[in-house]
C-alpha cells in the first residue's frame, strides 16, 4: 500500500457534556481537568509521540475557551491546530461533511473523540491502517459492558464483519474506541454522505471493507462524574 506523507487529526471536541454539569457550565467539556491538566492536553501528548502535528478541533461550546487553548498551541509552534467552528453542533459525521476540504488527495485523517481518556499508540495504528489495502481502522478496545456500546466482530483478517450499536446479544467484547484512520477517499465518502452520526450512520457502511486494530492499553470514556473520578484515581498509573 502506498505511503500517504501528510497527516492530519480532526479532533472531536465540541460536545455539551451536558452529563459533566455543572463542571461544564463554565468549561468545555474537553478542558475538564484531570491532574492539573486538561483533557486535550493528553490528547496533544499521543498527537506528537506520532507525529501529528496538523490537528483541526471542532469547537462549540464556550469557544473561546477553546480558541485560547488552540492560540496557546499555535504560539509554541510545535503544532498547527486549526479550529473549525459550529454555531449549531452537526454531529460527528457531520463535521467531516463540513470539513471536506480539510483532507487532500493522498492524506490520511486520523479522527479523534476528545473526550477519551487514552494511552493509546497511534503511530502504531496508523501503521497498522498503511500495513492493509482497506480505506478505513477503527482502533477496538475489550469492553465489560458490550451492551452499552458500539460492538464489532471481526474475522481472521482483522476486517470488521459486523458492527451494532449497544446490542441486546453481543457477538464479542470489542468497543468502538473513537478513533479512526481513513484514506482521503474514505474521508471524502463520508464527507459526500451528509450524515450527522459516523456511528449510526455511517459506520455500518462500511462492513467489509474496514479494519479493527484492537489496544490492551487504558481508553476510557469521560462523560460521567464517576467515569472522571475514576480517570483521576487512575492517573498516576498510566500516565506516568
Not at 495504528?125 to 478496545?141: C, G, I, K
Not at 474496514?210 to 470514556?221: E, K, L, P, Q, T
Amino acid at each position: 500500500m502506498t505511503q500517504s506523507k501528510i497527516k492530519k487529526v480532526l479532533l472531536l471536541a465540541g460536545g455539551l457534556g451536558t452529563r459533566l454539569k455543572p463542571l461544564t457550565d463554565s468549561t468545555p467539556k474537553c478542558l475538564i481537568q484531570i491532574a492539573g491538566r486538561p483533557m486535550l492536553d493528553y490528547w496533544f501528548d499521543r498527537f506528537e509521540q506520532a507525529e501529528l502535528f496538523d490537528v483541526r478541533i471542532n469547537n462549540h461550546h464556550i469557544p473561546q475557551q477553546v480558541r485560547d487553548y488552540i492560540e496557546d498551541r499555535n504560539e509554541a509552534r510545535a503544532f498547527h491546530v486549526s479550529e473549525t467552528y459550529e454555531s449549531i453542533l452537526l454531529g460527528s459525521a457531520g463535521t467531516v461533511h463540513a470539513n471536506r476540504d480539510y483532507v487532500n488527495e493522498n492524506e490520511l485523517c486520523v479522527i479523534v473523540y476528545a473526550d477519551n481518556l487514552s494511552d493509546v499508540d497511534l503511530a502504531a495504528l496508523v501503521e497498522f491502517h498503511q500495513s492493509h489495502d482497506d480505506p478505513f481502522t477503527r482502533m477496538l478496545f475489550h469492553t465489560p459492558y458490550p451492551t452499552k456500546c458500539g460492538i464489532a466482530t471481526l474475522d481472521d483478517e482483522a476486517r470488521i464483519t459486523n458492527f451494532v450499536e449497544k446490542p441486546q446479544h453481543p457477538t464479542s467484547d470489542l468497543a468502538n474506541g473513537g478513533i479512526y484512520v481513513l484514506d482521503a477517499k474514505a474521508y471524502h465518502e463520508i464527507a459526500d454522505m451528509n450524515a450527522f452520526d459516523l456511528g449510526f450512520d455511517v459506520l455500518p457502511k462500511f462492513i467489509g471493507r474496514m479494519r479493527g486494530w484492537v489496544w490492551n492499553g487504558y481508553h476510557r470514556d469521560i462523560g460521567t462524574h464517576e467515569s472522571l473520578d475514576h480517570a483521576k484515581n487512575d492517573i498516576a498509573q498510566v500516565f506516568v
